[in-house]
Each structure stands twice: as C-alpha cells, then as structure tokens.
C-alpha cells in the first residue's frame, strides 16, 4: 500500500476549524492528509458521499483542487489520469469549454428562478429526439429532478400510482441511488462497505421491495407466481454497473419487459449511468435485445453534464399521472435549474457520434492494456462490458452473471492495484465494484500514461495476500 504523505503541519486547533479558517499560514501545498484530518472534524468521514474515502482502498482520498480533460490535479498539485469521471458526468472530459461557456452565460442571467424556463423545453425535445430506435423513443415526456435518488424514487411512486399495487421488484447488486425502499442488496458505495442493507430503513418499507438474483428468469417468474396482482414495477439497471460491470445476459431485458407487462406490472430502465454514456441513446438504444417496451427510464450522471440534473421521462399515459396533471406528487424547489440545464445541454449536443467512437476505442484499449499487465503478472481475471464500461473481476475466469458470482472475485487483490495506478498517476474507482469511466478527452498522452502504469500494478496485484478469514 503506498504511504501516506508526511502530515508536518501543526494540528489544527477545533475552532479553527470549527470558523473553517485555515490553521497556520496557508502553505501552496496542502497536503491531501491534512485536509483530509480537518474534513472529518466536521464532515462525517470527512466525505460527502462514502465511496470517495478511500475505505475499501486505505490512505487519504486526493482532495481535488481542478480538472482538465483527461486530468484531476489534487491538493499536492498531483496531476492524475482520471478514471472516475465524476462517476460518470465528465463525458467530454473535465471542463468541457462548451458547457463551461454555457454555466457562465447562464449564471450571468439568474441562478434559479422557480419558474419554467425555455431550456427545460429543450432538453425534454433534445431526449425525445436522441433516445430513438428503428423511428421511436420510449420518452414521451421527461421531467427534471436533481438526482438520480430522486428520479428513481419518483419512478417507483409514479409506477404504484400507476398500478395500485404495492411492491418493487429490483436485482441483488444494482445501485438505484439511496431512496429508502431501493437500498436493499444495493451496489456501489453499499457493496464497497460490504452493507447487506442500511440501517434506519423499516422493516416494512424494505418488506415492499422484493430482491432477486440478476439474470435469473426463474427467479422473476416465480417473484410474479406468488406475489400475483401485486407487484407494480420491476426496476433494474439497463446494464448493471454499480457492482462492477454486469450486461444483461442475451434475452433477459426482454423477459422483464414480457413478464412483467403479462402481468399488468410496469419496467423501469435505471439508465442514470448509462444513459447517454455507452451510446448517444443509451443503453436503451444499444440493447442487443431490440427496441423494448419500456414504461419510465431515469438519467443522471451524463444528463447533468456535472451539473445536479437528473429526470425520468416514459409514456405519456403514465408520466402525465405526475402532478398537476395526476395525483402522483412530485416537486423540487430546484428542479430544472438553469445553470444544470444548460450544462446538460451543452454537453448532450457536443456528445456526437465522435465523441463515443472516441469513448469506445479509448475504453477498448485501456481494456487490452488491462489484460495484458494482468496476464503477464499471472493474474487470472475477467474482464466485463457493457458498451464503453467495463470492469475488472480479480480472480475470475469468466466475467460474473450476477451479485453472488461478482463477490466471489479476490476483491483484495484491488487495494495494491489500486494504490500501484495511483503512485503513477493515474486515479481509479476506489472500489472493485464501480466500472473505469473513460471520456472523450482521454487522448494518446493520457491512454499512455494507463499503459505505463499498468505492469506494475498488475505485479502488486499479484503480490497481494488474502487476508486471513
Ligand atoms: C448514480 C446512480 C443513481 C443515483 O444517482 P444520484 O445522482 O447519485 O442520486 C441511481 N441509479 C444508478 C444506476 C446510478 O448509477
């Protein structure tokens, strides 16, 4: 495991800290150890979000001072290839001088107005238009949120309301963001810290989601046997990629879409990572099980363009239940903000074919780099895809179908590998369990740099010891 850089600062006295003013005269490189000590003083775990503390990985998270393209320098003006992509938004890469151009004209003219705005009618149009296959798109009408939480939330609400029925099917290992009821068995931050569920959710919220084993049509088919008439939606990731990456085996998608329609049930397609990341459609529109029959989608990530936006769009027959219309509620005092729309916008309309031709051959090579450190280094691995994403199985010689195959990976094989990339540059998902996001800025310097740095962590990762069970 790396070391730590050397804390020499003074410790920081607590109300120092507590007025947020820095202790001791302020130093042009502030260490990432330091600011990561006063951070948890005040912030729990000194984070915003789990994943970004480096739990599952050890040492300090690189506070991130500023981004360019393919790069995030840190607190110690580190420069790092960057393979978070702020989980998913940068498409472009960071700072993107379109929709940097657009969040500054936008800001001049009024940060938030709490009243509809001619951008929001844009973006509604540019995802009609955009997800769209064989001359038709399941998005007749979008509204935006700010998270991908609340769009998943208010996917589910909108499909019980549709329904009348009570109960939500998800997958075991899909991420659905942190709605009370979707945190079951979920991926990303909750598989990194090895949660089975989140305490302060009821067991009677929890008992209204039923979790099955991904890929598994026996499994949904019986969930609908016993459960009949009561069942209002199954919710699931378009392609998983929030316990690493897991496609839909062939055939499956289109089995939730029959199953659930012959039993009056509603499809929610989470596309909040994938949407507008692994093809301009979205997995939607790449599904090598055709144009599907898909009740409501949510987007996230991309959407935004790093900006908080989020949205669900479907039929008409369903989204037009949503209030004013219908009784489902839903609001948010910043929903549709102007600078987020206009950072989505941008970066929508700068993400052409180009760009994911860009993104598709950049992750293909980054993936044969993988493979080939790791082969050399005699680890045996898997890799999985789902279009541009993809993710590495330590341990595994084919890639896992679902939560139970993807946990039996040599998870810590990860923690070296991890740290070896790091020391050389190069910043990767702190966790087994999220894909690498490349972007449209990572170019022949920055694949290169990946290229490098590989061997040798290839070579860690050999080198690391289970720990005793
Ligand atoms: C990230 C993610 C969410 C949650 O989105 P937030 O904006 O973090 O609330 C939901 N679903 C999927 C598939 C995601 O990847």
Known sequence: MAAEPMNHSPQLSDDAAAEGAPAGPVE?????????????????????????????????????????????????????????????????????????????????????????????????????????????????????????????????????????????????????????????????????????????????????????????????????????????????????????????????????????????????????LTGFRVHAGGWWALDPDGALDVDLLTYGKVIGGGLPLAALGGRASVMDLLAPLGPVYQAGTLSGNPLAVAAGLATLRAADDEVYSRVDAASQRVQAAVTSALTEAGVAHSISRAGNLFSIGFGLTEAPRDYDEV?????????????????????????????WFLTAAHDDAALSRIEEALPAAARAAAEATSPPS
């Open 28 to 272: 042009p490189f502030d260490g990432n150890a330091r600011l990561f000590e006063r951070a948890q003083r005040r912030i729990p775990g000194g984070v915003n979000s789990p994943v970004r503390a480096y739990r599952s990985v050890g040492g300090a998270p690189r506070f991130v001072r500023r981004a360019a393209g393919p790069y995030v320098y840190d607190a110690e003006d580190r420069e790092y290839v960057d393979l978070v992509a702020s989980w998913g938004p940068a498409l472009l890469g960071h700072g993107h001088p379109a929709a940097v151009d657009a969040v500054k004209a936008a800001a001049d003219r009024g940060l938030s107005f709490g009243a509809p705005t001619e951008g929001e009618i844009e973006l509604a149009e540019l995802v009609h238009d955009r997800v769209r296959r064989d001359g038709r798109t399941p998005i007749e009408r979008l509204r935006l949120v700010s998270t991908g939480t609340e769009a998943t939330m208010t996917a589910v609400r909108l499909a019980r309301g549709a329904t009348d029925r009570p109960l939500v099917v998800k997958f075991a290992g899909h991420y659905h963001g942190h709605s009370d009821g979707l945190l079951a068995d979920a991926g990303s931050g909750v598989a990194t810290l090895a949660l089975p569920a989140s305490a302060g959710v009821p067991a009677e919220i929890a008992a209204l989601t039923l979790v099955l084993p991904y890929n598994d049509e026996a499994a949904l088919r019986l969930a609908f046997e016993r459960h009949p008439g009561r069942i209002a939606a199954v919710i699931t990731e378009s392609a998983a990629a929030n316990m690493g990456v897991v496609a839909p085996l062939p055939g499956f998608n289109r089995f939730i879409v029959d199953t659930a329609h012959a039993n009056g049930a509603l499809v929610i397609f989470d596309e909040v």
């Open 407 to 435: 946990r039996a990976q040599e998870a810590w094989r990860h923690p070296a590998f991890f740290h070896a990339m790091l020391d050389a540059g190069v910043s990767l998902p702190p966790s087994v369990y999220e894909a």
